[in-house]
């Protein structure tokens, strides 16, 4: 069964660069949420989007911004990376909220 | 808004004993349950889940959860665990109404199965 694809899986990037993670849900979910988990953390919601428009808000740096495509799958911009932003970033993909789905992540690291 | 408690952070136990994972719940509105399980270096794989209907819940890799409505816990239970369990466990909740809902995590429970 197709499953949620997430990319890169690992991202090396400096402080103050720039990073973009995609993720790309099951065919037919229409909602896509965005989670961080630092080491040693519990997974962190920082948005969703139901049909391309976002439907939530978590504790989100002003520095990231998200969008959904009219392919349904979306990307995570980090701007002006910190040292704290090192993190497993989750996307998953539900069909309603009971049907969630997450990706393998993309591990971040910020040297 | 929800919140998860999950009361162990870290629970040790032999191979082939039985293990209770315990997590509690708080929330104004009816609510959706979760287990989720991740290994080290892996994603988040769903254990099992609490929609509605019978209260005791069947999962994979011989894992079961009983929803406790009156005590508003979800406590997750293995009669017999192996090494191979070695894992973080995360309990979860979304709120039933409202649509498109998040999930909201407890803070996990390692188990750590020792031969």
């Known amino acids: 069964a197709a499953g949620v694809i997430q990319s890169p899986r690992h991202l090396i990037k400096e402080k103050r660069e720039t990073a973009t993670l995609k993720c790309y849900p099951i065919?037919?979910?229409?909602?896509v949420y965005w989670y961080q988990q630092g080491p040693g953390q519990d997974p962190q919601f920082l948005i969703s989007f139901y049909e391309k428009m976002q439907s939530d808000k978590g504790s989100i740096p002003d520095r990231f911004s998200a969008q959904q495509f009219s392919d349904y799958h979306s990307e995570l911009n980090m701007s002006s990376l910190e040292l704290g932003d090192s993190a497993l970033y989750f996307c998953a993909s539900s069909e309603k909220n009971y049907g969630y789905t997450f990706g393998s992540g993309t591990r971040l690291t910020v040297v | 808004a929800q919140s998860v408690t999950q009361l162990d952070s870290q629970v040790p136990v032999f191979e082939e004993a039985p293990v209770e994972l315990r997590c509690n719940y708080s929330?104004?509105?009816?609510?959706?349950l979760f287990w989720y399980v991740q290994y080290p270096n892996q994603g988040l794989q769903l254990l099992l889940k609490?929609?509605?209907?019978?209260?005791l819940v069947k999962g994979i890799n011989g894992f079961e959860a009983e929803f406790n409505k009156s005590q508003t816990s979800f406590h997750l239970r293995k009669p017999s665990v192996h090494i191979s369990d070695t894992a973080e466990y995360f309990c979860a909740v979304s709120a039933v109404s409202g649509g498109y809902n998040k999930l909201i995590f407890g803070a996990g429970t390692r188990l750590a199965v020792h031969p």
């Open positions: 065919p037919r979910h229409d909602t």
């Open positions: 929330s104004s509105v009816s609510v959706y």
């Open positions: 609490y929609l509605s209907g019978s209260t």
